[in-house]
């Protein structure tokens, strides 16, 4: 077949699925206006108790706030043993005694010329994983990285863990490279999707309307006690959590950071692999402090 140019046309699928949903749709406003008049006449007679349990539920209204006061903006600064001037290399080998990470992130704390060192009075909480080999850090950083996957550590797992048999150089593939299957939904199917599928969804809401009102309370009933089950497994999961990290904690201006964290009592220079990362904010780091308590 030879190669044409032509114009961009609304696809000829999409608008017929557009105008046969419309067929039904369409009618919606005349039908569920005079529905809604009916109603209207039974309102003096329909009156529904409030749940149960709404009085109370109201009262933890504010849950949500508190729940949002876990999300504070802030800072994260990672030390690992690969970054160029952090790190020792000897030969093919690099480590970092978790001395030497304490030391550099107190640095980082008065480096004037980074112009986006931070200011004011700020909360701070350091993190450190250790090891005294590479192996040790390795298993470490598997499990924890599962939990806090700070990329700067999880780049450093995939470097221990890496194989880095010189011998063994696999050929490039050429460029432009392949990538794995993805949906073909980029904007204008990915909207036009989105809005279709809404309109389908009131053809199914309408399709479904054969339930009587009992059967589509016990339906809700049904999907909100199988929902509440769900989100307890979820949190149950949540709460189980495994690895270990050394952790200090304080309050300042940078300044005084940094004078605090050189003066803490950091592991000692057995601790030859570390990786370490420094949380800065404003505002209290309530949640990532409780992780690590």
Request: with cysteine.
């Amino acid at each position: 077949m030879s190669w044409t140019q032509g114009q961009l046309t609304w696809p000829a699928n999409t608008a017929s699925l557009h105008t046969r949903a419309q067929g039904v749709l369409g009618q919606i406003p005349a039908t569920q206006g005079s529905a809604m008049a009916r109603l209207q006449a039974l309102a003096s007679r329909a009156q529904y108790p409030r749940h149960p349990l709404g009085e109370t539920a109201a009262a933890l209204a504010g849950l949500r706030a508190e729940l949002d006061q876990l999300l504070v903006t802030g800072r994260c600064l990672t030390v690992t043993p690969y970054q160029h001037g952090v790190g020792q290399q000897q030969g093919q080998q690099f480590s970092l005694a978790a001395p030497n990470a304490v030391a550099t992130l107190a640095a980082k704390l008065q480096d004037g010329a980074d112009l986006l060192l931070p200011t004011g009075q700020l909360h701070a909480l350091v993190w450190l994983a250790t090891g005294n080999s590479a192996e040790d850090l390795a298993r470490q950083l598997a499990i924890l990285c599962a939990l806090l996957p700070l990329p700067e550590w999880c780049a450093t797992l995939r470097r221990l863990t890496a194989n880095n048999d010189a011998m063994s150089q696999p050929t490039a593939a050429k460029v432009p490279r392949w990538r794995a299957d993805e949906p073909l939904s980029w904007a204008p199917l990915r909207p036009a999707r989105l809005a279709l599928g809404a309109e389908f969804s009131q053809l199914e809401s309408l399709a479904r309307d054969s339930q009587t009102p009992i059967a589509k309370l016990q339906g809700l009933a049904k999907r909100r006690a199988d929902r509440l089950a769900t989100l307890a497994e979820t949190l149950a999961a949540l709460g189980t959590l495994s690895g270990t990290l050394w952790h200090w904690q304080g309050q300042g201006d940078a300044a005084s950071l940094a004078t605090q964290l050189g003066q803490s009592a950091p592991p000692d220079h057995s601790h030859s692999m570390t990786v370490g990362a420094l949380l800065l904010s404003p505002s209290p780091l309530t949640f990532w402090q409780e992780l690590t308590p």
